[in-house]
């Protein structure tokens, strides 16, 4: 009982953060061109969103990046942890993702 209790808690709090995310994640829709490398430059429209996220919930980066697939795009994950310095923005180092969607 006290293990589906866990698995119930685990399963409901996965999917309010990705759900929290969905949003931001759709806002960085301009960014798409750069990060599946249809782009050699992130356009400035995508910037000002990176920077908007960053300073919001930044957590939803690491969605992009560890998550991609489930979303349905397929990224170049070089050029989508390249992005914030493209865009010269200062982010927390990726590890701070390790699988637990927290920046």
């Known amino acids: 009982m006290v293990l589906t209790m866990v698995f ?3 399963f409901w ?3 309010m953060a990705q759900s929290s995310c969905t949003n931001v994640l759709i806002s960085l829709s301009p960014c798409l061109n750069y990060i ?3 782009s050699s430059t992130p356009s400035s429209g995508c ?3 990176l920077a908007n996220v960053l ?3 930044p957590q ?3 969605e992009v990046i560890n998550n991609s697939s489930s979303l349905g ?3 170049n994950q070089t050029l989508a942890l390249s992005l914030p310095n493209a865009c010269n923005l200062q982010t927390p180092p990726i590890s ?3 699988g637990e969607n927290i920046l």
């Open 73 to 75: 795009i397929s990224i």
């Open 60 to 62: 939803c980066l690491c």
């Open 55 to 57: 300073g919001s919930q």
């Open 47 to 49: 910037c000002a969103q």
């Open 96 to 98: 701070r993702c390790n």
């Open 36 to 38: 599946t490398g249809n």
């Open 8 to 10: 119930i808690a685990a």
């Open 13 to 15: 709090t996965g999917t």
